[in-house]
């Protein structure tokens, strides 16, 4: 298993254009969500989805969309960048929305100049 | 809303015991969780406790009381690779929450 995957590493935007983050998972995880972080601060959850079909807004969802048609990719996109959109994006899943224990892939670090 | 706090930084020495505190206002609540990060690197579980009381996996063991909204991390025989960020996370229904971090130096 590959578990949690997510494209690219790095990336650089110029203000105002549109990206997509790619995220997907082999483990048929139906719970998936994304997070961003600030430098040395927590994780602020952007997007969540318990299932294919359905998706949901967490704690800072201003400026990011989402959709969920596989149970194994969740892209999110990013409708016109900004600078204080500059920060690492962490994909995570888990079995379901009551399984605590989530999974997280290796991060997409974002500049927005 | 819901907020966590936890202390920004914390060093122990290599064998010894540390604690990493949490606290925790949610308006609803399933459970504390706790991640560690190390620097460059992505977040990994390491506890979840719904119920009050201890859990304990291998060297680390996670500590929950519902009633003082507090909850503890305690890490035994430190090593020098458990230098890193600890987090805890409240779940409460489809959404997580997550503290501020605690970074853990470990010396020799």
């Known amino acids: 298993n590959a578990g949690v995957t997510q494209t690219p590493k790095f990336q650089v935007l110029k203000t105002g254009q549109s990206m997509t983050l790619q995220c997907a998972q082999d483990?048929?995880?139906?719970?998936m969500s994304w997070y961003r972080q600030d430098p040395g601060m927590g994780l602020r959850l952007i997007h969540y989805?318990?299932?294919?079909?359905?998706?949901d807004q967490g704690e800072v969802p201003n400026g990011y969309n989402v959709s969920r048609s596989t149970t194994e990719d969740f892209p999110l996109r990013l409708l016109s960048a900004a600078p204080s959109q500059t920060s690492v994006y962490f994909c995570?899943?888990?079995?379901?929305?009551?399984?605590?224990?989530?999974?997280f892939g290796p991060g997409t670090r974002l500049t927005v100049l | 809303g819901q907020s966590l706090e936890q202390p920004s930084e914390v060093t122990a020495v290599e064998g010894a015991i540390v604690q990493i505190n949490c606290t925790y206002q949610t308006s609803g609540f399933y459970g504390l969780s706790w991640y560690q990060q190390h620097d460059g690197g992505a977040p990994t579980f390491l506890s979840y406790?719904?119920?009050?009381g201890l859990e304990e996996t291998g060297r680390f063991s996670s500590f929950l009381s519902r009633s003082d909204s507090y909850g503890y991390l305690l890490l035994q025989e430190l090593q020098m690779k458990d230098s890193a960020s600890y987090f805890c996370?409240?779940?409460?229904?489809?959404?997580?929450?997550f503290g501020p971090g605690t970074r853990l130096s470990v010396l020799p």
């Open positions: 989805s318990v299932g294919a079909g359905i998706t």
């Open positions: 995570a899943s888990s079995y379901s929305q009551d399984h605590n224990e989530q999974f």
């Open positions: 483990m048929n995880h139906e719970y």
């Open positions: 996370a409240v779940s409460h229904g489809q959404n997580f929450v």
């Open positions: 406790n719904a119920l009050d």
